[in-house]
């Protein structure tokens, strides 16, 4: 079975510029998290969704992120404009929310360098 | 406080010791219970969930303690490849709690 995916692997760019990060979670499931990671502060949860809603985006560091998932197989975190201090490891992951002791899936990240 | 707190080590064990990490949480109506293991540069990937028994999964054994709120994870026969930093898990309610991560070093 085909974990979640995430595009692209590795993203470099200039200070300004838009960063938009896609995420294909496994499919039938319903909840959807959003992560960053870094050497300073760990893995810090930005935002998640059930069933394609955000229940909760109190991690989200500024109005210049935000994320969408338009349907069940797709979701998306687009950072505007991006900054330096952005540059982190972010990944996605997905769960079956029905039962509370499944784990959390993670895909492979996407590695954002902003210069 | 944070929701969940381990201890980030390192921890510097020889091959084939026996080596465990505690990790505590602060949500008594926490639901379920998991430890992660993360290489340098990689995903996090689910190593074992815990159950309220105490399970085991090969050389790794998981505990949990409701009543103190802590998890515990034990290694035996550790090997090179079990390097790695490992992390606790605590899901309340679908939204997923990590601790900062234990590092274990195994060397020769």
């Known amino acids: 079975d085909a974990g979640v995916i995430q595009s692209p692997r590795h993203e470099v760019t200039e200070m300004g510029q838009e960063v938009t990060l896609r995420c294909k979670p496994i499919?039938?499931?319903?909840?959807l998290f959003w992560y960053r990671q870094t050497m300073m502060r760990g893995l810090e949860l930005l935002i998640y969704?059930?069933?394609?809603?955000?229940?909760?985006d109190s991690g989200m560091p500024e109005d210049r992120f935000s994320a969408k998932m338009p349907n069940a197989s797709f979701s998306t975190l687009k950072i505007q404009p991006s900054e330096p201090r952005d540059s982190a490891v972010y990944f996605c992951?997905?769960?079956?929310?029905?039962?509370?002791?499944?784990?959390?899936?993670f895909g492979d990240g996407t590695r954002l360098s902003i210069l | 406080r944070k929701e969940v707190e381990q201890d980030p080590g390192p921890f510097n064990v020889p091959e084939g010791a026996t080596v465990a990490f505690n990790c505590t949480y602060s949500n008594s109506a926490s639901q379920s219970f998991f430890w992660y293991r993360q290489d340098c540069r990689k995903e996090p990937k689910l190593l074992m969930s815990?159950?309220?028994s105490g399970n085991e999964d090969g050389r790794f054994t998981a505990q949990l303690n409701r009543a103190s709120q802590y998890i515990s994870l034990l290694i035996r026969d550790s090997k090179l490849s079990d390097s790695a930093t490992y992390l606790c898990?605590?899901?309340?309610?679908?939204?997923?709690?990590f601790g900062s991560g234990t590092k274990l070093n195994v060397k020769p």
């Open positions: 969704f059930n069933n394609n809603v955000p229940i909760d």
């Open positions: 815990v159950y309220s």
């Open positions: 992951a997905s769960s079956l929310g029905q039962y509370s002791n499944q784990p959390q899936h």
């Open positions: 499919s039938g499931h319903d909840y």
């Open positions: 898990v605590v899901n309340n309610f679908n939204k997923f709690y």
